[in-house]
């Protein structure tokens, strides 16, 4: 079993910036991704950006230019810094882990709110 749960959400103005923490536990030497989705209000959940084992990443392309992802192995935290904040970025945001031969995420956080103010 892995466990995360994420932290760090909270209300910020347009253009301002947010760093997202999802701290990892249990078998993490099965984690080959952990990403960071979201789900908006009447929309569905979307994946916003993944780091793999290896440190390789890859961004949505609303994410690409504003939102870094990034990892502490000692920490076994995955940090979401999200700067250039928009309003459609207002979403409960998810932080996920996905295993070694599996083809879906297993593991999901509880959420963590992010309200962007125009």
């Known amino acids: 079993q892995v466990q995360v749960a994420e932290s760090g959400g909270g209300l910020v103005q347009a253009g301002g910036s947010l760093r997202l923490s999802c701290v990892t536990s249990?078998?993490?030497?099965?984690?080959?991704?952990v990403a960071w989705h979201r789900q908006a209000p009447g929309k569905e959940r979307e994946l916003v950006a993944l780091?793999?084992?290896?440190?390789?990443?890859t961004y949505a392309d609303s994410a690409k230019g504003r939102f870094t992802i990034s990892k502490d192995t000692a920490k076994n935290t995955v940090y979401l810094q999200m700067n250039s904040l928009k309003p459609e970025d207002t979403a409960v945001y998810y932080c996920?882990?996905?295993?070694?031969?599996?083809?879906?995420?297993?593991?999901w956080g509880q959420g963590t709110q992010v309200t962007v103010s125009s």
């Open positions: 780091i793999r084992r290896d440190d390789s990443t």
């Open positions: 996920a882990a996905l295993e070694y031969g599996r083809m879906q995420y297993d593991y």
């Open positions: 249990g078998r993490l030497f099965q984690v080959y991704v």
